[in-house]
């Protein structure tokens, strides 16, 4: 009997083991299919449904996917598009005449008359070269008092050489506004002009047309701060290798940029537009924004690819019938404005409202908060539970551009704002330095403003050359 007591405990304790083994194993399996599932969802995101810029979606990037609903028109110019084409010009620069010389018969055909012509005109650019002015100041003798009267150089004009205000625009132009890297703007001067231009010297204009445009960068900013919508939004940028932000503010008619080493609230109070304005602010939902005193609307286009993402990847429905309910509230929005309406009506708002109600608490329910399992801190809430309590929790911001025809339906305005970013960093690379930066978005600022306007894009730069920059209206 002993012997099998013994031999019992023995098993009971092999089972134990085993037991406690089986148990390590199911939450290691638990951990491991739940990182899986991370990857899985990681590797299936791209631009098209997160918030990836499509830059980062490499060589097999996916077919782009429009969610809003099919027109019916056909692609290209629409029937009554006056469209654009080449033009023959009453006064062409030069006339050349090709005349044939000889008959067939051998008859010189020198004095014959012309019986018909036929034209032809070829636009080309003609060889370019840089100008050079000399400005001489004259010494003379009055008659009169036998004084010395000496002349004055133009106030621009202060060094013994120097370049004038079309070039340094043209600097600023290439290196700012089509993002050419400083060695490629010198080479492109010395090939193109003949002139040998360094890159210090490119370096020194850009910081010298920063401060030029001061002015009209603090009337920028003070035209964002008094509009009624502004857009804003923010993405990551390397600073001398290092990982900084640049931040937009920008409205149709005004853009400001700013560098800054944080992404949230501390960078958004140096800006200083957030903290002054009273309007709505559209962007991503980021929660910083949410700190500010201030109206705000939810870019839509962002929450439909996440959307997108849980209807296609993680197989949700209510996800999926969302994104028909935003897509028909837009629908509902661009027909009333095509009718010259300025609201929806109370009765559209309701049903819409109504369904969204229905589909987050549908959601909410099907994916419960975590049970508190005994340990310490926060548990971590599915995505599909976090997108969800945000629908609950943003209803007004997400919907306002049904309640205010103002406000748009995405924040597109500031994402083409800030997308060259991304194409300065492909095509030039960092910025070197925190005041080159700085530099750079006061002038990108200047010029983006000057162009919502209307203003071409070098007459702006010669005009601050000048010390006469444009000023936008700041009411």
Known sequence: MRHSDDSLKELEGKLEMVMAICDALRTENKTLRERVKYLEERLAKNSSNSSKPPSSDGPAKPKPKNLRRKTGKKPGGQPGHAGRNLAPVDTPDHVKRHSPEFCSCGCSLRDAPVVDSEKRQVFDI???????????????????????????????????????????????????????????????????????????????????????????????????????????????????????????????????????????????????????????????????????????????????????????????????????LLVTAKDEKDQAVAEGRWSLGESIEATLENAYDKMVSEALDLHPPPEPDGKPGRKKKSRPRNLAERLRDRKKEILAFIYDFDVPFDNNQAERDIRMMKLKEKISGCFRSWSFGDDWCRIRSYISTAAKNGIDVLDALALAHVGAPFIPKTV
């Open 126 to 324: 003609p060889p370019i070269s840089v100008e050079v002015t000399e400005h001489v100041v004259d010494t003379l003798r009055c008659p009169g008092c036998g004084s010395k009267v000496k002349g004055a150089f133009p106030e621009d004009v202060k060094a013994r050489v120097q370049y004038g205000p079309r070039l340094n625009s043209f600097a600023a132009y290439l290196m700012v506004y089509q993002l050419l890297p400083f060695e490629r703007c010198s080479e492109l001067f010395k090939d193109l002009l003949g002139v040998d231009v360094s890159t210090g010297t490119l370096a020194n204009m850009v910081r010298r047309f920063a401060g030029k445009v001061s002015p009209s960068v603090e009337s920028v900013k003070e035209m964002i701060k008094n509009t009624k919508v502004a857009h804003f939004d923010e993405t990551g940028v390397r600073v001398n290798g290092i990982l900084r932000w640049l931040h937009v503010a920008s409205t149709p008619l005004a853009t400001y940029y700013a560098t800054h080493a944080k992404r949230g609230r501390v960078a958004m109070e140096d800006m200083e537009i957030l903290p002054e304005f009273k309007g709505v602010a559209v962007h991503d939902s980021y929660p910083s924004y949410y700190k500010f005193d201030c109206s705000h609307a939810v870019c839509c286009a962002h929450l439909l690819r996440e959307l997108k993402f849980l209807h296609k990847e993680s197989k949700l429905g209510w996800a999926g019938r969302f994104i028909r």
